[in-house]
């Protein structure tokens, strides 16, 4: 069945750090990709999508590649704010628009 | 655009009664909604596909009789928790896909927080 992994958090970076969240993936077919944010007590929020191999995602600062070589689909931003504090989703949708959903990093950006 | 709201966005129930949430795409027909259920800290788990005028699709492990869904229209999905037990309570969030198809991107509702007491 699909899967995604994950990196583990929490996260903690200051300011202006760049941040890496790993995903990588396993799934049949050719799915699409997704970045989701979640902030507390809150539902999600698409961030960024990728839809076929080496497209780019990018939102906000935020970037993530579709690699088909490497199964991933890793988040970097260059510089974070303590605004970007939040629960981070990466996800992929393979068919009949099912979601599955990786474990959540949770972002912590101190001042 | 893709706008998905849901109602209530929390309640407060006493164990044994029935709540129910409804999930509305605002600007968008949906002929399929899905919902998912996170508990604190965790991430979404899929609980059903709700579809308009047939019955809904439950994974594994989803008790039917107990997560009742009705797809009523092209724009509204219900979720009936019958008989709530505090195992119950967690946070329920529905989603549409907004374009017909595989990989479609999928709108998520601000979610509903259950506590059943």
């Known amino acids: 069945g699909n899967s995604v992994t994950q990196m583990e958090g929490p996260v903690t970076l200051s300011e202006e750090a760049f941040l890496t969240i790993n995903c990588t993936y396993t799934?049949?077919?050719?799915?699409?990709l997704f970045w989701y944010v979640q902030y507390p007590g809150e539902g999600l929020q698409l961030l960024l999508k990728?839809?076929?191999?080496?497209d780019k995602g990018s939102n906000k600062g935020f970037e993530a590649t579709y690699r088909k070589e490497t199964t991933s689909f890793h988040l970097e931003k260059g510089s974070v704010q303590v605004s970007d504090s939040a629960v981070y989703f990466c996800?992929?949708?393979?068919?009949?628009?099912?979601?599955?959903f990786g474990d959540g990093t949770t972002l912590t950006v101190k001042p | 655009g893709a706008v998905v709201s849901q109602h209530p966005s929390w309640v407060i129930c006493k164990s044994g009664t029935s709540v129910k949430i409804e999930c509305r795409s605002l600007?968008?027909?949906?002929?399929?909604m899905f919902w998912y259920r996170q508990f604190p800290k965790q991430s979404l788990m899929l609980m059903a596909t709700?579809?308009?005028?047939?019955?809904?699709?439950?994974e594994q492990g989803v008790e039917k009789d107990k997560f009742l869904i009705n797809h009523a229209s092209l724009t509204l999905s219900t979720l009936t928790v019958t008989s709530a037990h505090p195992e119950d309570s967690s946070f329920y969030i529905c989603?549409?896909?907004?374009?017909?198809?595989?990989?479609?991107?999928?709108?998520f509702g601000p979610g509903t927080r259950l506590t059943v007491l």
């Open positions: 709700s579809n308009e005028g047939s019955k809904a699709t439950y």
């Open positions: 600007d968008f027909q949906a002929t399929t």
């Open positions: 989603s549409a896909p907004h374009q017909a198809g595989v990989g479609d991107t999928q709108y």
């Open positions: 990728a839809t076929k191999a080496d």
């Open positions: 996800a992929l949708s393979a068919y009949a628009g099912k979601s599955t």
């Open positions: 799934a049949t077919g050719y799915p699409s």
